[in-house]
């Protein structure tokens, strides 16, 4: 099932207490991409500046990510540099510059517009939206969002939850997107606004899949060092994503199964600066540490006390 | 199999957003028996005031509490008083009045020197390990403390760690006793200082039972609405050791059983102001929350992809 993403190819400048980039690889297209390509080609839609290092992301297209929906555009590549603070528990954006991303309207090439599962990135509403009106048939749609967009185009995001199948966004933007504080009526809340089913990260705390009558829910993988948190979450959705595109199945099981696949990608993000993690990572490591995750909380089940 | 506990018993005056309550009964000892009881027999080692309510207390002994080992001190019993934030995330002690608690010096009568399973409730490292020299031949010992007697009573606390099976703290705790800021570290740190095993409770983001070689995690139950944390921690200790003490056991798999006891009687505490909600809580609520535990993170297993 093929399987295409939209979202940001960035630049990413990050300093944390063990380290710091310059202008690395980054953006959410691409954290999605080099993590759910482990498991499943993926289409990836675009646009990068003149000054984007374009064979880079090329050879990490061995793996089966196709860029072809990059769109190569006049200007500078959008821009990000941020600050971790000691524990890593917040950051702080420095700098962001947006550069051909600005004007960004994504255009599918043909061969794109049949794709079944498609995860729509963190942009604008208004482009996420642009983007479905081209995806013909998709089987499962996911979005993931941000608070400067529930700030700012709250409108248009309500337009677009109206028609996904599931929103997948991290604690603090279910909180501000809902308007409650509890994050489970948070869930309640996105539930009664059009998806079916709501995917809520929570970083180290691990990850919710809330549905109307049962909730999941995946820790995350207990490590003794984390180096950069930057692109856990959409490294948490290529590996969802990209299982179920795999799969081929939506049932309740199988996105279950598509959340330890998600967090375990999510799990290597954060060991490594940037992307680096996953260039050594064979679907052999993936899955020893999915069955790794099903030890965590594996209870055998005892007879009752009754 | 006897369950010894040794902890305050208090008197509680709380303010949260939902609502206030004064003078209510409380504690770690109260917490820790009105929980456990429910699954089995709990012997208390405590004192109390002249002014304490004590045919309360007597009257939640119906289920199986036996508070014979309370003192019924001349002066005036524990006291806190304590406001929540409005997202119930952190809490501000405004009054604490030892009265009582101040010259206690726990005594165990004849019969409890048997106990098998004993939980060393928060109090000074001194007192606790004055207790463990009076219980003969335990089968195992759990023990609690706050960052008060880290901070005032370090080395009294690592002598009672060396005694004991499982240290069972809060993640602030874990962090503040080891000086690590990762959990997984903190816990590293704790596992070489005595306890074969530590449990990490994490307020809504559940309990982590850590052991050498092993990482056991279990979620905190999906509620809508929350009304006091006041105890949950105590009576998620009272659960646990209950569990334990009914079953006779203390295999790895066991254990994993009684955290999620433990995390089911937690969840019942915050759900109502004080320790109202247990009066209603039978075993057969109890079982039906362990088995909705185990459902939040079952994960079908799944052929391998490769």
Redesign the interface.
């Known amino acids: 099932m093929t399987l295409l993403v939209v979202g940001s190819i960035a630049l990413d400048s990050i300093f944390t207490p063990f380290g710091e980039t310059a202008d690395a690889l980054g953006g959410s297209a691409v954290y999605f991409s080099v993590a759910g390509s482990i ?1 499943h080609p993926v289409q990836v839609v675009g646009v990068v500046g003149h000054d984007y290092p374009y064979a880079e992301l090329e050879r990490l297209g061995g793996r089966g990510i196709d860029w072809s929906g990059v769109e190569r555009a006049e200007g500078e590549s959008f821009r990000w540099k941020g600050k971790y603070s000691y ?1 890593l528990q917040s950051r702080e954006t420095l700098e962001t510059r947006l550069g051909v991303f600005a004007d960004f309207q994504p255009k599918l090439p043909p061969s794109f517009k049949s794709a079944r599962f498609l995860f729509l990135g963190n942009i604008d509403p208004q482009l996420q939206l642009g983007v479905l009106d081209q995806v013909q048939e998709p089987q499962l749609v996911v979005c993931d969002t941000m608070n400067y967009w529930i700030q700012s185009k709250k409108p248009d995001l309500l337009r677009l939850l109206a028609r996904v199948d599931v929103l997948m966004v991290n604690d603090s933007e279910a909180r501000e997107l809902s308007g409650e ?5 948070a869930g ?1 809340w996105i539930l009664q606004h059009g998806p079916k089913r709501v995917v809520i990260k ?1 970083g ?3 990850a ?1 899949l ?1 549905e109307p009558r ?6 995350a993988f ?5 180096f950069d948190p930057t692109g856990a979450g959409d490294a948490f959705a290529g590996g969802f994503m990209a299982y179920l595109a ?2 081929g199945s939506v049932t309740e ?2 996105l ?2 598509a ?2 696949y998600g967090a375990a990608m999510g799990s290597y993000a954060v060991e490594q600066f940037g992307i680096r993690a996953f260039e050594d990572v064979t ?2 490591n993936v ?1 020893e540490r999915v069955r790794a ?10 007879e ?3």
Do not use: C, K
């Open positions: 498991l524990d504080w509890n994050i489970h009526r309640r929570q180290e705390h691990g919710l809330i049962r909730t999941f829910y995946v820790p207990p490590l003794e060092a984390v795999r799969t099981e199988n279950r199964r959340m330890v679907l052999t899955e995750f099903q030890d965590l909380t594996h209870v055998p089940l005892a009752s006390l009754q």
